[in-house]
């Protein structure tokens, strides 16, 4: 059974039918999708289809040949769409990447309790790294917790809310990973922070690295320094 397509597959699927995307990067996606040798070359049947058209039907027709319209406009038009939707596959964090996955938690469900309590962190820890207990000094209150499985890693996510607002702090095991491409760097005691917005979800998502380990912040915020201030806090107000 072929897994099912999200709209940035279909995006991929298309473009590279149609040759609007091409490159390694383009040809990697593809490989990682089940089936992705099958499902593109029907997508260039479909493409091929769409720019023979029809054959022609025998009857009054074949004596008075109907104005033909240009050719150029469903391939013109096709060839817009895709690249219109290259563009937003390029500019916003893409679905096979770690770092945008685990921002999507921000709108999941917590799945188990929030961590208790110790002192300055939860106990709760990834690969070493403990999840922080803002509560005290920044006023986010931890309100539960989530583990998933992204990309083979098996992440743990802390939920935090503060006067109506929710975010996700989620740490990666494993080697360290890149940040959204287009992110805003911002330097803070000594941290470098990635800054990015996703305006699919309308959120924010500060990326960093605790001892190696990639740390992912998302959520709505109403200033974006919030998330710098969470991210480089140390235990100290």
Known sequence: MTAQLTDR??????????????GPRAEARLRELPDGARLLERQARVRRALRDGPAPSPGPALFAPPARAPR???RAGLALAALLAAVVL???????????????????????PAPASAGSVLRARVDG?????????????????????????ATTTVFYEHMGHRIAYTILPGPAVDPPEGSRIVRRDGLEIAISHDPRRDHDIAVFDRDGRTCVLAGHVERVSTLVELAAWTGHA
Do not use: C, K, M, N
Request: aromatic residues 6%; proline residues 8%.
């Open 9 to 22: 597959d279909r995006v991929l699927l298309t473009g590279l039918a149609d040759g609007v995307l091409q």
């Open 72 to 74: 150029w406009a469903p």
């Open 129 to 153: 790294v403990p999840f922080p207990d803002w509560s005290r000094d920044l006023g986010w209150q931890e309100s539960g917790t989530r583990r998933d499985t992204l990309h083979g890693r």
């Open 90 to 112: 390029i500019t916003q964090p893409t679905g096979t990447s770690i770092v945008a996955e685990a921002a999507e938690l921000a709108h999941e469900p917590a799945t188990a």
